[in-house]
Each structure stands twice: as C-alpha cells, then as structure tokens.
C-alpha cells in the first residue's frame, strides 16, 4: 500500500484504502492471470464500496522456470514460505544457471473498476535478470535478487529509483494518464 500511495501521490482525486473505509474483502486470487487476479480484487472492491476501485496482480517471471513462478510469485513454494523462504528457494532452483540464462522480468497489470461493470487494465513489465545472491535492504518479495539491467538489485534501489523504473509503477502511471483523460 505504501508503494500504491506514493505512485499515486499526484493523482487528481482522493486515496482511500479498503481499510480507510472499513472494508476487509478477502478476495481470493483464482484467475490463471495477472489480469483476471487484478479484475477480480478490483470488481469486488468496486462493488463494496461503490466507489472506482484500483487493485493490482504482478509476479515474477524467470526464463529457467518456464516463465515462472509468474502469477502464483506470491505462493511459490508453498504456504510456509515467507519471502525469504521464495528468494532462498528460487536461488536453488537456479544453481548452475550461467548468467546469460537467468533472464527475468517483473510483470504488473493494474485493474481500474467502477461500479456498474466498466474495467480497464494497464500492465507494466521491468526486464531484468536473477543475481546468485541476494543485496540491499529495501524493497520486498524478490527484489534482492532481481537484478536491473545495470546490475543493481532492486533491493539496492531508491524508493525513487524503484517506482520510476518498475512494472508496478509503469502501470499505475498508465492508469493515471487514462483516469486523467476521463476526467477531461
């Protein structure tokens, strides 16, 4: 949410989170996509609220697993790992890996509902690659091993950095741009 709220910084209307407004849907990720997890979370919450509702899926994609862990990226390996847990995980998977073959990206698709149906999605990808270990203290999930194309970690980043070179952030600043032309 803290990311959500500072991509969101210069949008021309209110932010309000679900808890802001006393909702606490638990919606349940089922679609085999990052757009339909995005459409799913973001119809519900147009519903409860009556208000337009943005929610987001992204993941990682690694090219030694096939494109995976992708849209399940927060369930890789189970329910007892913890983001620790998947990074220490993922990194195994990849032992023997040779550099030129660790190719990833992030993918982020960003769902704009309203109530009464209407729904637009907005998807942003960041090319990268996996590091043999991880680096940095900031940022979440796999960022300490995600490497940027100038070899940095993610992790590494600047909250600045971060959001204007990111999946997430590029598609939340799509969305903006549209909500804007909406608005007129």
């Given at each position: 949410m803290r990311e959500l709220r500072r991509l969101l910084a210069d949008a021309p209307f209110a932010i309000v989170a679900p808890a802001d407004l006393g909702l606490t849907l638990d919606v349940a990720e089922t679609g085999a996509t990052y757009a339909e997890n995005a459409a799913l979370k973001a119809r519900a919450f147009a519903e409860a609220s009556g208000l337009p509702a943005l929610a987001d899926d992204s993941g990682i994609e690694v090219d030694a697993l096939g494109g995976g862990p992708g849209p399940r990226s927060a369930r890789y390996g189970g329910p007892?790992?913890?983001?620790?847990?998947?990074?220490?995980?993922?990194?195994?998977?990849?032992?023997?890996?040779?550099?030129?073959?660790?190719?990833?990206?992030?993918?982020?698709?960003?769902?704009?509902?309203?109530?009464?149906?209407?729904?637009?999605?907005?998807?942003?990808?960041?090319?990268?690659?996996?590091?043999?270990?991880?680096?940095?203290?900031?940022?979440?999930?796999?960022?300490?091993?995600?490497?940027?194309?100038?070899?940095?970690?993610?992790?590494?980043?600047?909250?600045?950095?971060?959001?204007?070179?990111?999946?997430?952030?590029?598609?939340?600043?799509?969305?903006?741009?549209?909500?804007?032309?909406?608005?007129?």
């Open positions: 007892g790992l913890d983001n620790a847990g998947r990074t220490a995980l993922m990194l195994r998977e990849l032992a023997g890996v040779p550099d030129g073959q660790r190719g990833a990206r992030y993918r982020a698709v960003v769902a704009v509902a309203r109530p009464g149906g209407r729904l637009d999605s907005f998807e942003g990808v960041w090319e990268g690659s996996i590091g043999h270990g991880p680096r940095g203290s900031g940022g979440f999930g796999y960022d300490p091993i995600f490497r940027t194309p100038d070899g940095r970690a993610a992790a590494e980043l600047s909250a600045t950095e971060k959001d204007a070179l990111s999946h997430r952030g590029q598609a939340v600043r799509a969305a903006l741009r549209a909500l804007r032309a909406l608005r007129g």
